[in-house]
């Protein structure tokens, strides 16, 4: 708030007071000039009378006159020209500036806290925080609270150095002090000479300059006496002459200099000289120069004055050369310019270090003299010739214009009367008015206005400045009319007692004429000042602040920005404080302060208008501020404060354009850059830019994957490539729980942890994770650009510290010390530490506009230790349109880091951490480095990406150890165990070059003709299964268990196409450790992830079914194998395949058996179709018998021991029983649930059975029954496929499984695709109990297998005999293993009429129902006879044979099938 | 929530904002001198909660949302409307436009209110947001070429 240290009444009073000149003689100038002070510089400290003067007004009222000044100047004190002006006033700004330290002045505004001194700001912006280091650089002067002292230091200045003028006489002088010293030869004289001198001076009409106020100037001799050096009694006697001559009231003997030789150094005296002399002093040039030299060379171009020039122009000597004509310089030059003198001595002896000693001999007693001497000089001398005057005036007045003797009635009189002066020239009318001439009576009301009002007679001052001003207006004399009306106005306001209400509008229409009429706006300034000091006395802000901003124009920036800050102030001392216009008018202020050069101030203004806008959305305006504070602040020497003034702008989401933002960031660098250059070795600064997502780093360890070489296929493991998948995750870490638990004989240990190689936030990352020592680790960085502009980073690396320890020793190791490579990153050197750990430098990494984009940053260890990342470094800079300018370009790049901070994850357990928030640790960027752990690499070579359903590839694989430390333990767990197989143990593992085998068979082969089966019997763990699990681990076995440095290892893999067509993910994880246990890391594994595409090539469907056919027909081996059972096989074989381009047909090649009880014995197809070949979407049909196993009952190994029977349908037979068919046979997938059916099943119903315990008979019997039905087959058929690729044809070759498991019952290769489940209706009922289990229908019909022996035609001679018997046999077998009762019922039981139609009729001879009981697996013939009675076709299969287990009831008997129909001709002969 | 647009001639720039007086959505169309007026809207804030507060007490209820003419500039003229949810409405038109007369200036209030209502029924606007609705921009669109007058 702009108040003053005066009030107003004291600020008006001040501005206008008498003036005295002083003319010296040179002895007196050189008695004053021992003091450093010329005689009016001595004199001014003590101008202000503290006592109360009295005079009478021309009504004979007494006037008290309290508190006058008067000012005392040398006859020739010239005002300045506007040029010189206009340079004191900025420097009397520019040296003014705002405290500091002091306590803030907060003002509070609405919704705001304005803190109007700047110290506030860093409260409340986090960014300002080094703001107070600017403050302390800013020279304080005075204090006042919450005052612009700048602003009143300006006024006065500006008041001072106001020219005099010939429309009002306020600043002329009313009187002149002669002085000459008492060492004077003849003091008389001098004081003669001096006087003529006055005279020349005012009367000659040589000078324009000084005016005076009357033609009859008051006189005043003063005689100065230096006590120290002069004859004191001869003083006196001169000035007992003197008052002799010009009276007592005339003349004055002043005596100084009491003080004897310099004054001790010990003696405090105080030095009333300071103050004022400090202040003129800032205006000599040299001090100036001095303390504004670093601004001035900054701003040059905006001051537009060069310091050059204005030594020369304020210079003193030239001064006087091209001194004005119209002062009177040179007869009393030396004397009289004092002021110049001075400053010249001072400057030509040492600048600026002069102003110390004023009043070297002045004692106490002197000041007291002096104080005395003004005191009789305005009470004798002045007041009293001022009061002579103005009687004198009033006389004249009253008289000339022959009226009314009173002046106070006869103003009305006057108005209108005025009468046209006579004009000088007539051309001016227009502009400035008129000119009077000196003593044309208007003038003279004027006079006496003034005299009036310099000694505070306001009444009559007023009333006198409104007649003039009536007189002027009806004159049109413009000029002389407003400056009445100011000071009529001013008057008014003065006026104590019962003032009139202060005549706002005659300062408007003053202002207004000054500025537009006159074009004086040195006069309107001083006007609007003053009429704003009082609006605001008044608290009529917003009037004051319209008035101010009026006054604001184009041709001084510095008055325009003082005045719109004075007007910034008003808004915001109004009664509802406008805050927001207080902030745009201090923008405009600061603006145009910068454009006046004050730099301070402009900042300073910007400053307090930041506290409104910031934060408040308005985000142009916003970093319009941000912008200039930051070049403000550069220009001001402040770069911190600019670099975070930018970095402001920078950081939000900016919503300026591209070439604004890139002209915001190319003013950063270059500030920053200017910044930092002095520094190069501290800590480096924070960039703002780009913008790190710290939690979305990722931390990779281990070395980047290597690309396919050829044929060889490096296994994928992890890399940061790869997406984070919860479910791959949890799928490799159950992989390798799988593969420790297998390592470890069963178990796991509690502290179990997965290996992670690759942390990022979806990670747990609470503990240390492990980097192994010259194993490079990866940080991925994820940056952004928010910005339009593309952002270049150059010599980007990581920041790191290291703590070395030796984890060999026990406990833990010893700790080395800690090792940081900031300094070297800082100073570009970021390999000067690799011998530790190896940084890796991106020479240049570029980030488009408002782009993510992410950079990998290596670090590799070559020690062991803890090893923390802290943060990356950089060069930032921008990419330069034009590459022309590239020297340009490279200064546009600065060095910064940024820290990379990661919160861990909200921690959520515990009550307090669920009402407070809290974040654990995350440990990602904080590795320990273990000592060196074997590496394994792991390449694949001919390794497919498609194949057929089925279809057996052989594939290499390559187990390389890369590290310096031998590897132990390979084993490899995957998630699809029947897709490959290293081979069985038995099977030949010497590694032939895979170039070899390419075109040969993965099949072992034999050649021979197809024939029967050949029968191998193989156990299933040569091939490494133990028990019913497929083996999701495998062992890989090492030569020696033991895999040495830098060895390699290929072994042969056969792969099998998936069942089910598609693109399958097989996992493989591949785990191993090294030789001695590592305390820290425990095994290492390596994961590989294979995509096979798989496409449909056969679909096998198999039956089996009991064969009918009666044994002693054929060889009597063949009846042994009848006995024990046969079954015949149906294979139906349909191409599915859709390619027809690729695969052109599918062979079967052979089919296999594979079973504990059963094997293929003969095929028994139609001749002819040896070749069973199958193009595109054919179907082929196979039929084969199979028999149970002979040695199925040698020895109980047997039964753990599978048989496999080939039955080759070419000349080549496929060894099914060895590697790879085996191993895939028995590592067939998940159709394999009811391995050994029959138990699972008589366990899955012994369950049931404590569900319904009432029929225990019914289980056991429904087991048999069941067992009956079982078969335990598993068909394998290979095949070939013929394939076109690439004009090559290829042979492929694959093997399906079907597992027959129950007569009749049809198995397909293709495991169903189980339906999706319809909608299930809720049950709200619990489901009934299943009902009592007993054997369907369908598998008792399996009990008892029957057959019918019969002639197929019979021919009779029907004509000799009527009755034709045939005998059939009726061969019952039973299948199952207990014993069976059998009824036959030979009955016919004519189910339909039409039954009977169809058969003619037939009867059975004999016994028409046997009973029987066959033993188990006993054959039994039964011999029947049919009779028939005429010719024709008949079924004989009507027998119904009923069989029920013969220990059970009879409620389970059932009808075995009735077959299919027995037909038999019987012809007539 | 207070919110403020503004209107320029030739060129529409609305603020909106509500309770701290951040602009919700702001419209020019010469952009510019976008900061200018930035600057200006942000000053006659000053204005409509002088007026807001001087009328607010007489009658709170049958106030009027118009206030009229905020203050003219050298150039512009600033035209203030307050809801009764404090949300206040700018606009800045040219003040060498003389086709614009109160009336018109009133109903663009009255449109803008309307459209206004219809983006805080946007159950997916989050209230406080920075406007960036469609229908928000044609409507202001169509004020101006609604008016041709002043368009020119």
Not at chain 1, 75 to 90: A, I
Not at chain 1, 331 to 345: C, L, W
Not at chain 1, 1005 to 1015: I, N, Q, R
Not at chain 1, 1304 to 1327: I, N, R, T, Y
């Amino acid at each position: 708030m702009a108040q003053c240290a005066q009030s107003v009444q004291e600020f008006i009073q001040d501005s206008f007071v008498p003036m005295v000149s002083v003319l010296c003689s040179e002895d007196a100038e050189r008695v004053t000039r021992k003091n450093n002070l010329s005689f009016p510089e001595l004199l001014r400290p003590f101008c202000r009378l503290t006592s109360e003067g009295h005079l009478r007004d021309p009504n004979n009222q007494v006037v008290v006159v309290k508190g006058l000044r008067i000012s005392v100047t040398g006859v020739n004190t010239r005002s300045p020209n506007s040029g010189e002006v206009r340079k004191l006033l900025s420097q009397a700004v520019s040296g003014c500036q705002p405290p500091e330290g002091l306590p803030a002045n907060v003002i509070t505004a609405g919704d705001y806290d304005l803190n109007i001194s700047d110290r506030s700001v860093k409260a409340s912006v986090p960014w300002y925080s080094d703001w107070k280091e600017m403050l302390t650089q800013l020279s304080s002067s005075k204090y006042y609270t919450a005052t612009t002292p700048w602003f009143e230091a300006y006024r006065e200045n500006f008041l001072q150095s106001m020219p005099a003028s010939d429309h009002e006489f306020l600043n002329h002088y009313l009187a002149c002090m002669l002085v000459v010293s008492s060492r004077e030869a003849v003091p008389t004289e001098q004081f003669l000479k001096l006087s003529q001198e006055q005279h020349r001076i005012q009367h000659s009409g040589e000078y324009t300059y000084p005016k005076w106020f009357i033609p009859n100037t008051l006189k005043y001799y003063v005689l100065l006496h230096d006590i120290s050096d002069g004859d004191e009694q001869r003083a006196d006697s001169v000035y007992e002459d003197m008052k002799q001559r010009y009276g007592t009231q005339g003349c004055y003997l002043l005596k100084i200099n009491s003080r004897t030789g310099a004054a001790g150094p010990d003696e405090q005296m105080p030095d009333p000289w300071s103050q004022y002399l400090q202040k003129t002093n800032i205006h000599s040039p040299y001090e100036e120069g001095v303390l504004n030299n670093v601004e001035n060379n900054i701003s040059s171009e905006v001051d537009g004055l060069d310091l050059s020039d204005v030594v020369s122009e304020i210079h003193p000597l030239k001064l006087e050369q091209s001194a004005d004509p119209g002062f009177p310089g040179n007869p009393s030059k030396a004397v009289n310019s004092a002021d110049t003198a001075r400053t010249q001595k001072q400057g030509s002896v040492t600048p600026g270090a002069a102003p110390t000693a004023h009043g070297a001999c002045l004692t106490l007693n002197d000041h007291d003299r002096i104080r005395q001497f003004i005191q009789e000089f305005t009470f004798r001398g002045l007041l009293p010739h001022i009061e002579k005057n103005i009687r004198q005036l009033n006389d004249q007045l009253v008289s000339r214009k022959g009226l009314s003797r009173s002046l106070f009635s006869a103003t009305k009189k006057w108005f209108g009367g005025g009468k046209v002066p006579e004009k000088s020239i007539a051309e001016l009318k227009n502009t400035a008015g008129l000119l009077y001439p000196p003593e044309a009576p208007e003038l003279q009301i004027r006079k006496m206005a003034d005299l009036c009002f310099l000694v505070q007679h306001y009444e009559l001052a007023y009333s006198c400045y409104h007649t003039a001003k009536k007189d002027f207006l009806s004159d049109q004399a413009m000029l002389y009319a407003a400056g009445s009306l100011e000071m009529a106005a001013v008057s008014a306001f003065l006026q104590s007692g019962a003032p009139r209400p202060y005549p706002a509008h005659y300062m408007e229409t003053a202002i207004q004429t000054y500025r537009d009429v006159c074009k004086n706006m040195v006069l309107a300034e001083r006007c609007a000042l003053l009429s704003a000091e009082v609006l605001k006395s008044q608290a009529k802000y917003s009037d004051a602040a319209t008035l101010l901003i009026k006054m604001t124009s184009e041709d001084s920036d510095l008055r325009s920005a003082l005045l719109l800050e004075q007007a910034a102030h008003c808004f915001i001392n109004m009664r509802s404080p406008m805050v927001r216009k207080f902030a745009f008018h201090m923008i405009l202020s600061g603006h145009r302060y910068s454009k006046a050069g004050q730099k301070r101030h402009a900042l300073r203004c910007y400053c307090q208008a930041m506290q409104v806008y910031k934060g408040k959305g308005w985000t142009l305006a916003e970093d319009h501020i941000n912008f200039t504070i930051g070049r403000q602040s550069f220009t001001l020497r402040q770069p911190e404060n600019a670099v975070a003034a930018f970095r402001h702008i920078l950081i939000n989401d900016s919503k300026q354009t591209a070439t604004q933002q890139s002209a915001f960031l190319r003013e950063y660098l270059y500030v920053y850059k200017s910044l930092s250059q002095p520094s190069n070795e501290g800590s480096l600064p924070q960039l703002p830019l780009p913008c790190v997502h710290s939690a979305q780093t990722r931390v990779f360890f281990g070395h980047e994957p290597r690309l396919a070489e050829g044929e060889k296929q490096a296994a994928t493991h992890v890399w940061l490539d790869q997406e984070f998948d919860q479910e791959q995750a949890q799928l490799w870490a159950e992989l390798e729980e799988q593969v420790v638990a297998v390592a470890n004989r069963g178990s796991v240990h509690i502290s179990f942890q997965p290996t992670q190689y690759c942390l990022s936030s979806h990670t747990e990352n609470l503990r240390y994770p492990f980097a192994v020592v010259e194993e490079p680790m990866f940080v991925e960085v994820v940056f952004r650009n928010p910005l339009k502009v593309p952002l270049v980073l150059s010599d980007l690396s990581l920041l790191w510290k290291f703590t070395t320890k030796d984890f060999s020793k026990p406990q833990g190791g010893t700790t080395g010390e800690t090792i940081t490579n900031e300094k070297e990153a800082a100073a570009g050197k970021a390999t000067a530490l690799n011998d530790i750990i190896s940084t890796e430098v991106i020479p240049e990494f570029t980030v488009g506009l408002e782009e993510t984009k992410v950079a990998r940053l290596k670090l590799l260890p070559h020690k062991t230790g803890e090893l923390h990342v802290l943060g990356i470094v950089y060069n930032l800079g921008t990419r330069e349109e034009d590459n022309s300018a590239s020297e340009a370009s490279q200064l546009m790049f600065v060095r910064g880091r940024q820290d990379l901070e990661i919160q861990g994850p909200r921690l959520n357990v515990t009550k307090e951490e669920k009402t407070s928030v809290r974040h654990g640790p995350d440990r990602r960027l904080d590795p320990i480095i273990t000592p060196p752990m074997p590496l394994l690499e792991v390449f694949f070579i001919n390794f497919p990406t498609g194949l057929l359903c089925g279809e057996i590839r052989k594939a290499w694989v390559e187990f390389v150890n890369v590290s310096a430390v031998p590897l132990a333990g390979l084993r490899v767990a995957s998630t699809h165990p029947e897709f490959f197989t290293f081979g069985s143990a038995t099977a030949d593992l010497t590694p032939v070059t895979p170039t070899a085998a390419e075109h040969c068979s993965a099949y072992k082969t034999m050649v021979t003709p197809p024939s029967d089966a050949a029968v191998t019997l193989v156990s299933p763990a040569a091939f490494g299964i133990t028990g019913d699990n497929r083996p999701t681990v495998v062992e890989i076995p090492l030569t020696g268990g033991v895999l040495g440095p830098g060895e390699a290892l290929q072994i042969p893999l056969w792969l099998r196409g998936p069942d089910r067509e598609g693109v399958h993910e097989i996992s493989f994880l591949f785990y191993y450790e090294g030789l001695e246990k590592n305390a820290k890391l425990g095994h290492r594994v390596l994961r590989h992830k294979a995509v096979i595409c798989a496409s449909r090539s056969l679909s096998v469907r198999a039956t089996a079914c009991r064969s009918n056919t009666l044994p002693g027909r054929g060889k009597r081996d063949e009846r042994e194998e009848e006995r024990s059972g046969s079954m015949l096989v149906f294979v139906d074989v349909e191409n599915i395949n859709t390619s027809e381009a690729g695969v052109r047909e599918f062979h079967i090649v052979q089919v296999s058996s594979s079973s504990r009880q059963w094997r293929l014995h003969k095929c028994i197809n139609p001749a002819g179709d040896k070749d069973s070949k199958l193009a595109s979407r054919e179907r082929g049909k196979l039929c084969f018998r199979a028999t149970r196993c002979r040695t199925q009952e040698a020895t109980s190994d047997a039964l753990e021991k599978y048989t496999f029977a080939d039955l080759n349908l070419g000349n080549e037979q496929i060894v099914s029983s060895t590697t790879p068919c085996a191993d895939f046979f028995f590592r067939r997938g998940p159709p394999s649930e009811p391995r050994k059916g029959g138990v699972i099943t008589v366990g899955g119903l012994l369950r049931r059975q404590s569900l319904t315990p009432a029929n225990s008979t019914d289980d056991s019997m429904t087991s048999i029954v069941r067992k009956c039905s079982e078969v335990e087959l598993d068909i394998i058929v290979l095949w070939k496929a013929y394939v076109v690729e690439d004009n090559k044809q290829l042979i492929l070759e694959g093997q399906l499984h079907v597992a027959l498991q129950t007569i009749g019952k049809e198995a397909c290769s293709l495991s169903q695709k189980e339906e999706a489940q319809e909608m299930v209706l809720l049950k709200f009922k619990p489901d009934l109990p299943p009902p009592a289990s007993r054997p369907s229908l369908e598998q008792l019909s399996h009990l008892i297998k029957t057959c019918l022996h019969y002639p197929e035609s019979y021919d009779h001679p029907f004509p000799q005999k009527s009755l034709c018997m045939v005998p059939v046999t009726l061969t019952l077998s039973n299948c199952s293993l207990a014993q069976v009762d059998v009824i036959i019922d030979l009955r016919h039981k004519t189910t339909s009429p039409e039954s009977l139609e169809v058969h003619g009729s037939f009867t059975w001879l004999g016994q028409t129902q046997y009973k029987l009981q066959l033993r188990p697996q006993e054959v039994h013939g039964l011999s029947l006879k049919a009779c028939f009675f005429q010719a024709g076709v008949y079924n004989l299969g009507t027998p119904r044979v009923f069989a029920k287990l013969a220990q059970s009831g009879t409620m389970c008997e059932t009808s075995q099938q009735s077959a299919m129909p027995a037909l038999i001709i019987i012809n007539s002969v | 929530m207070e919110i403020c647009k503004v209107f320029f001639h030739l060129s529409v720039s609305v603020i909106l904002s509500p309770l701290q007086n951040y602009p919700l959505y702001i419209r020019s169309v010469p952009s510019q001198s976008e900061l200018k007026f930035h600057y200006t809207v942000h000053t006659s804030l000053d204005v409509v909660e002088e007026k807001i507060s001087t009328a607010g007490k007489a009658m709170a209820e049958q106030r009027e949302l118009y206030l009229g003419l905020l203050y003219p500039t050298e150039d512009y003229k600033v035209y203030g409307y307050v809801t009764n949810s404090k949300v206040k409405f700018v606009i800045v038109v040219d003040s060498s436009n003389t086709s614009l007369r109160d009336n018109e200036i009133r109903s663009m209030f009255r449109k803008l209110h309307n459209s206004f209502t219809d983006v805080m029924c946007n159950p997916f606007y989050n209230p406080g947001d920075p406007i960036q609705s469609r229908a928000m921009f044609t409507m202001v669109s169509g004020l101006k070429s609604d008016k041709c007058g002043w368009l020119v």
